[in-house]
């Protein structure tokens, strides 16, 4: 088997939120969704996570496009798809989520050694613009210090 290397970051999720915790999810998907994934046409950019009346995590928003050699039997792009856990880290982040207001935002995805579609997701708190103002001259001055290296 060929290992492609299909890894789509959401590089926003860093930028506006603080990571507090991270987990490694499977993803229940249809055959032409992960035909599309295994060609890199996902994005997570926009997408969320949110628990239903049931306990269950889904991912919304998450725009998967349609698989180009599917038939009439193709998939929808942004229909929210269901993510899977342990009972023990459902219970954790549902807790988290209701009592102390946080957000769970999807980080990557991407095809384990074994072919499976995994999603890491991260438990966040949202920053505020302050906090933003800080990460940018954090990002400027690293870049500074990097070219002034590279000169000498």
Known sequence: MAKNKINIQNKKARFNYEILDKFT???VLAGTEIKSIRE???TIAESFCEF???GELFIINMDIQQYSHASHFNH???SSRKLLLNKRELKKLYKQVTNTGLTIVPLRLFIN???FAKLQIALCKGKKL???RESIK????K???DRIKKAY
């Open 52 to 54: 239903n009346n049931k």
């Open 25 to 27: 999810s499977g993803i």
């Open 143 to 145: 870049r500074r210090l």
């Open 113 to 115: 050694d074994r072919g």
């Open 40 to 42: 890199g046409k996902a």
């Open 76 to 78: 929808q792009p942004k």
């Open 130 to 132: 302050y906090d933003k």
């Open 138 to 141: 954090e990002r400027d001055t």
